[in-house]
């Protein structure tokens, strides 16, 4: 276990060296000056000198890159070209926001996907297993920009039970601002007994953490069925439904244990999915975390903030899977 | 002997005739489930659009981007069966004419991610030295890193573009099919046949040919059809960002978000696109899941 922690650990550190450096090559390959773009569009050509010493795209790109990993060592990732703030500072605060529908979304998908697939397995061929196939179905096809659309024009237009898009709504903005503490609005909110508040985030929330919820959904439950009902032909589990153990206890515990391997493998795959639905999930509904910050840079071509962005992704999509590994190696013995 | 001749063919014969029944009994299996047939109607009925879309279309001009103004963002009516966007573009032609992009674009991608990725893996596969191995690493590289974020940096890179788009999406998507197959090569290759060939003093080449491509076919091919809908959506993905198609043509994803703008109240022009975009791809995703279900039984789905 020690060796395979230690493996893991050494194929993570080099899976994020290479991310960087191929970050790095890509970002100084994009289209534009740089320093034209971070001076913006009327300046003069001495002042865009001036940027580009100061930025040090003067050197050649070798010492570009040796300076480029020690300051990113250093938590350091430059200067964003849109915002003129450090990335780091804008992805610390972006990230809490964006990270409140992630965990959510993320967590009703697990629990919610497993739930529906063991529910489908155990009632293999019924009516209800047809049901929850035919949602499955159109959960993993729906895309989830149309989805996140049809649910403002459903719940907001038709109904009018949830609001259309932001965070919180304007005039609590100025009775009851939310304090930045943890920058997650909702620990936040708690922390200072801020309820208006905090009622108030949680019914902006419902919208956005739905619609990042439906794909990932729709894929664990359908996986977990079949890995389910593939392991339930296996001969232990007729034994031990010859030795009289209840159905229930088969599913839930003989059954579901030994088919969790591949789910996790998805749960932690979901995590990207997830990452990545952010971006349209929070143009849609004006969320100002991650995603909203990550489009932003794509349409001005800020290449430090997409830098920043994409060393993020890339970190917490292989981190994920790597943690999932680890998960799948104490839940199920068996791997090698 | 003439007996013995005479029971080979027998035996030819038998396997003909079983062979036979093999495809009817695949038929069959298929006609016996109605959604899969439904999907199939469905999908015959909308490539068949996208495929005659100029002769299809009310308005072809208007859905390969003529401006109609003076019917600008008019509700569906006869006139206009499903309403005009923002520059009075007729809706159905766009869509028809969208078709084209998105399904067409989707099989392009998966089939050439598939014509570099079956290669690949046989290689890897059968070639555990230096190569093989080199391929492996390669592949693994690429799915350390998700698909749509590798894709969608390489059309930020070469300039967003239809043609751009598709390319950025196959880049990400070979490696899958070469996994798929290195996996299934390295349990074929243990099989009998494939060792008496290789003491018989085959060739790599013509073993890799001859036993190991017939042998994968069947599970490229499920992945191929499963992959398709995933493929539509990840078009949708790239050009609803105005990274893949430019306007003023037509593609699903583009014209959701054109519809995106004004969503509360001429809801027509997002919601006939997503809905064209979400029919399609359910359609794909349970045919393809019908056809691995009969083509590969036994195996666990994913």
């Given amino acids: 276990m020690l060796l395979f922690l230690f493996k893991r650990f050494a194929g993570l550190i080099a899976l994020l060296v290479v991310l960087s450096t191929l970050v790095f090559f890509f970002t100084r390959s994009l289209p534009g000056d740089v320093a034209a773009l971070y001076v913006g569009g009327t300046a003069k050509a001495e002042e865009i000198e001036r940027a580009r010493v100061e930025l040090g795209l003067d050197k050649p790109l070798i010492v570009q890159y040796k300076c480029y990993i020690q300051k990113l060592l250093q938590g350091d990732m430059g200067i964003s070209l849109r915002t003129h703030r450090p990335v780091m500072q804008d992805l610390m605060e972006k990230i809490p926001m964006s990270m409140e529908l992630v965990c959510w979304a993320l967590l009703f998908a697990a629990s919610g996907g497993v739930l529906l697939g063991v529910t489908a397995a155990y009632h293999q061929g019924s009516l209800l297993d047809e049901v929850i196939k035919w949602f499955t179905s159109a959960a993993v096809s729906i895309p989830i920009f149309f989805f996140a659309l049809l649910l403002q024009l459903f719940f907001f237009n038709v109904l009018g039970w949830f609001p259309l898009q932001g965070r919180l709504d304007t005039f609590l903005e100025f009775s009851n601002p939310i304090e930045n503490i943890t920058g997650f609005s909702l620990v936040d909110t708690i922390i200072t007994g801020n309820f208006a508040a905090f009622f108030n985030v949680a019914w902006h929330m419902v919208l956005p953490v739905a619609a990042l919820t439906i794909g990932p959904l729709g894929i664990i439950a359908r996986l977990t069925r079949s890995a389910l009902l593939d392991v339930m032909q296996q001969d232990y589990i007729l034994a031990a439904r010859a030795s009289g153990i209840s159905e229930w206890v088969l599913f839930f515990y003989y059954g579901l244990r030994n088919a969790l391997s591949p789910v996790l493998t998805v749960i932690g795959l979901s995590v990207a999915l997830i990452l990545l639905s952010t971006f349209y999930v929070e143009m849609i509904f004006n969320w100002p975390g991650i995603g909203y910050y990550a489009l932003a840079a794509i349409m001005s071509l800020d290449y430090t903030a997409l830098m920043g962005v994409s060393l993020m992704i890339g970190t917490v999509y292989v981190m994920a899977n790597t943690l999932m590994d680890i998960v799948r190696r104490i839940v199920d013995p068996r791997i090698k | ?302």
């Fill in chain 2, 1 to 302: 002997m003439e007996l013995q001749a005479e029971s080979y063919e027998q035996m030819a014969k038998q396997v003909v005739k079983e062979h036979r029944q093999v495809k009817w009994f695949l038929l069959g299996q298929l006609l016996k489930r109605k959604a899969a047939m439904l999907s199939l109607i469905i999908l015959v009925l909308t490539v068949t659009a996208a495929l005659f879309a100029p002769w299809v279309a009310p308005y072809p001009d208007q859905g390969m981007g003529a401006v109609n103004i003076s019917q600008r963002l008019s509700p569906p009516s006869n006139e206009h069966l499903l309403g005009t966007d923002i520059y009075g573009r007729d809706m159905l032609s766009r869509v028809i004419c969208g078709a084209r992009i998105s399904i067409f674009g989707g099989m392009f991608i998966v089939v050439t991610a598939a014509f570099i990725g079956v290669p690949l893996g046989l290689w890897a596969g059968y070639n555990e030295g230096k190569s093989g191995a080199v391929i492996i690493k390669v592949v693994e590289l690429f799915l350390s890193f998700p698909a749509t974020l590798i894709a969608m940096a390489i059309t930020i890179l070469f300039g967003a573009g239809w043609s751009t788009a598709l390319i950025a999406l196959v880049i990400p998507w070979w490696p899958w099919y070469t996994r798929l197959v290195q996996g299934e090569v390295l349990s074929i290759k243990q099989m009998l046949y494939v060792e008496a060939a290789r003491m018989l003093g085959y060739g790599k080449i013509y073993i890799i040919f001859r036993h190991l491509l017939p042998n994968v076919i069947t599970p490229v091919i499920v992945m191929i059809l499963l992959d398709l809908g995933p493929a539509i959506i990840a078009i949708g993905l790239l050009s609803f960002l105005g990274l893949g198609t430019q306007p003023p043509m037509a593609d699903w994803g583009l014209m959701v978000w054109e519809g995106a703008q004004n969503i509360l109240s001429e809801w027509w022009i997002a919601i006939v696109p997503g809905c064209a975009m979400f029919i399609v791809v359910t359609a794909f995703n349970i045919f393809g899941d019908a056809l691995k279900d009969i083509l590969t039984p036994g195996r666990s789905s994913g």
